[in-house]
């Protein structure tokens, strides 16, 4: 398991101190140390070779992320799908339109208030769940990458994003509105657009229904940010 230390993000950063660019710790018992990249670009680079779990094997493109890359608000999603392997950008298929659409409907761009991720960057097989290991392996990654974008706001869409970042194991229906401190961050699980797709009702109390209601407490926190600063 990686150490609490590799995974903190208030380590001062030592750029290319411990870890050289150009090689990636296949193991991932090796930590990939805080501060070691200091744009996106060297993290795809490092993503589309990397090996430390099974899942590099098999795929067509590493997945880094769209948008801002000084967005207040990051969104982290679990794993790529086939439409994501094969562009290597996040939500591009019927989820992430229909993301677009939400974010939209408050006002708020993947142009200019957001930055999108996933968990881990490369597809599994049939589009199963990462498990705690292949999750754990990619997470120096994902850390590097809120340190780069330094949002003040994370989304986390469904459970393996949650549990990924924060660790909290509560289902996304338990949890979901609410607003968690990590990291002096603000963190709010959302129902994963899939879910959304699957349950296309629009009454009070449905999926979607709540996701309306989470949406805009989230522009609510943006705009009281945008306010302060």
């Known amino acids: 398991m990686p150490s609490d230390k590799q995974l903190s993000l208030f380590d001062e950063p030592n750029f290319g101190a411990s870890l050289q660019r150009d090689s990636i710790p296949n193991d991932a018992k090796i930590p990939i140390p805080p501060g070691t990249y200091e744009t996106m670009e060297q993290i795809a680079e490092h993503c589309n070779r990397c090996h430390r779990c099974e899942l590099g094997k098999n795929r067509q493109n590493a997945v880094i992320g769209r948008g801002n890359l000084q967005a207040p608000i990051m969104i982290i999603g679990e794993a790529p799908g086939q439409n994501e392997d094969e562009t290597g950008l996040p939500f591009v298929g019927r989820s992430g339109q229909l993301l677009d659409k939400i974010l939209e409907s408050v006002g708020l761009?993947?142009?200019?208030?957001?930055?999108?991720?996933?968990?881990?960057?490369?597809?599994?097989?049939?589009?199963?769940?990462p498990t705690p290991k292949e999750r754990d392996a990619c997470k120096p990654y994902l850390l590097e990458q809120i340190r780069i974008v330094?949002?003040?706001?994370?989304?986390?869409?469904?459970?393996?994003?949650?549990?990924?970042?924060?660790?909290?194991?509560?289902?996304?229906s338990k949890i979901r509105g609410q607003w968690i401190e990590w990291e002096g961050r603000q963190c709010m699980a959302i129902f994963h657009p899939s879910y959304l797709l699957r349950n296309p009702s629009r009454e009070p109390g449905s999926p979607k229904w709540l996701m309306w209601q989470d949406i805009q407490i989230v522009k609510a926190k943006f705009d009281e940010f945008k306010t302060l600063n």
Not at 109 to 127: G, H, L, W, Y
Not at 150 to 172: F, H, M, V
């Open 109 to 129: 761009s993947t142009e200019r208030d957001v930055f999108i991720c996933n968990v881990n960057k490369c597809r599994p097989p049939d589009n199963r769940t």
């Open 150 to 172: 330094n949002p003040q706001i994370i989304l986390l869409t469904g459970a393996t994003a949650l549990k990924g970042l924060t660790g909290e194991k509560q289902a996304i």
